[in-house]
């Protein structure tokens, strides 16, 4: 029998920035509830490990942490919730010392199910996931962060042919916009100064209130907010307004656009159920790269599809070299039980998915190498971030890591504010930049 009246607990995030916004806001219950919020590793008397599913080594690295965490906690509380709950509830089951498994329609709920006792088997709560638009219960002074995730959305109604999102977390669905805008209220009350729009399929938002745009605007107004960063985006799904909106320097709205290709060949991109062709695609990444001044982009590439050619991944390889890409989360085709192209019988083996992977990867670090490189001696704006040993880590409106040395007796704290720095020279995956004048 394992009394949690200390109230120590740990919290461990796998997978999307959706997650780790969820955690953040459980974590806040916790302490409000009294809990003294720990590092995960460390002995507690709870624990909740908010999972991912997107893959199977997803999957498996759900495992081995919960493994972990149960290890060295064999007394504590043991809860597991998110995507890997509400797909893989049994094998989770089969894991020693887990309490709680609960999906993604109760998960957020999931104090309420927390016993002041180890439960002698695993229980289950896995509910049909609502298709209603939703509202987040959320404490005010969020723990500070000058970057804070924001959830707009939940699921995704697109179905793609590899994507299990649809199933683990459900039909898309709005955040209330009153809500969502108190939340980001709270969050720049407790500092914030730059807020990440988060969700499965932002663009697809559309509460009683309006649309993304919407979104964007209202945030816009709330003092305090003074960058505005859109996370990944569908294609198809994208605004073009918010272009006139990027180039405004009144508007917080970052020049950052992340939309996921996935494919450079139209034969897998049909086969995938995408909802675009490849010249639609391109189209819509050179207006956005020719009407928005100094715009990131980035991508994400799956590689290895069921019946991918070395001759289409080729084409793939080439359309993003020879588009304005300046990067691209490369992910190996991963069997999804329940999608269709887990049932395919051209499945491209292990080791060649893995080696179009290292390769895409390698293609994309030069492409950022070159857009860093395009940037050296232009002075841009930063936000610095908390202070490492001997550096203030920082990024520009468009997304380029800088790194401005730190004096070791230097006195003026930095973090959080906005500075003009000259970008000067390539370290490995960032610049080094020099400080010209701090803004505010
Ligand atoms: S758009 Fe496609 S890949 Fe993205 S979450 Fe929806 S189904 Fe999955």
């Known amino acids: 029998m394992v009394s949690i009246s200390k109230k120590r607990a740990s919290l ?174 709270s969050k720049a009350q407790s500092g914030v100064r730059e807020i990440i729009i988060t ?50 320097p009144q508007h917080a709205l970052l020049p950052f656009f992340h939309i996921p290709l996935q494919s450079g060949c139209d034969r897998i991109l049909g086969e995938m159920r995408r909802r675009y062709s490849i010249s639609e695609y391109l189209d819509f990444l050179h207006l956005a790269h020719d009407r928005v001044e100094d715009l990131y982009l980035g991508t994400d590439i799956m590689v290895g599809f069921p019946g991918e050619t070395e001759e289409e991944f080729q084409e793939t390889c080439r359309v993003f070299l020879d588009n304005p890409f300046d990067f691209c989360h490369v992910f190996s085709f991963s069997e999804r039980e329940g999608t269709v192209a887990a049932r395919r019988s051209d499945q491209v083996p292990i080791l060649e998915r893995q080696r179009r992977s290292a390769h895409l990867r390698r293609l994309s670090s030069k492409k950022r190498y070159d857009q860093y490189q395009s940037h050296l001696g232009r002075s841009m704006r930063v936000l610095f971030e908390n202070p490492k040993p001997g550096l203030w880590p920082s990024y520009t409106d468009n997304y380029i890591r800088v790194v401005v040395p730190r004096d070791s007796e230097q006195k003026e704290d930095w973090a959080n504010r906005c500075g003009l720095v000259k970008l000067k020279s390539i370290s490995a995956d960032f610049v080094d930049g020099e400080l010209i004048e701090m803004i505010d």
Do not use: W
């Open 199 to 248: 969700g499965v399929n932002i663009g697809t938002y559309r509460s009683d209130q309006g649309d993304l745009l919407k979104v964007v605007d209202d945030l816009n107004s709330i003092p305090g907010i003074d960058r505005i960063r859109i996370s990944s985006i569908e294609p198809t799904t994208i605004p073009i307004e918010l272009f006139d909106l990027m180039n405004d």
């Open 12 to 185: 461990h995030t796998l997978g999307c920035r959706l997650n780790q916004s969820e955690t953040l806001l459980i974590q806040q219950r916790l302490q409000d509830d009294g809990y003294e919020i720990v590092p995960f590793g460390e002995p507690v008397d709870l624990g909740i490990i908010n999972t991912c599913t997107v893959t199977n080594l997803a999957d498996a690295k759900c495992r081995q942490s919960i493994r972990q965490f149960t290890r060295t906690n064999p007394h504590a509380f043991t809860a597991v919730i998110g995507c890997y709950s509400q797909m893989g509830a049994k094998e989770i089951a089969s894991i020693e010392g887990v309490d709680l498994i609960i999906g993604n329609q109760d998960k957020m709920s999931v104090l309420d199910y927390i016993g002041q006792e180890k439960n002698e088997r695993p229980v289950i709560i896995r509910d049909r996931i609502s298709q209603e638009d939703f509202s987040v219960s959320f404490i005010g002074d969020s723990p500070f962060n000058q970057r804070a995730n924001l959830k707009i959305q939940d699921g995704c109604s697109f179905v793609c042919s590899f994507c299990i999102i649809p199933f683990a977390r459900g039909a898309s669905r709005s955040r209330d916009l009153d809500n969502l805008l108190d939340e980001a209220r």
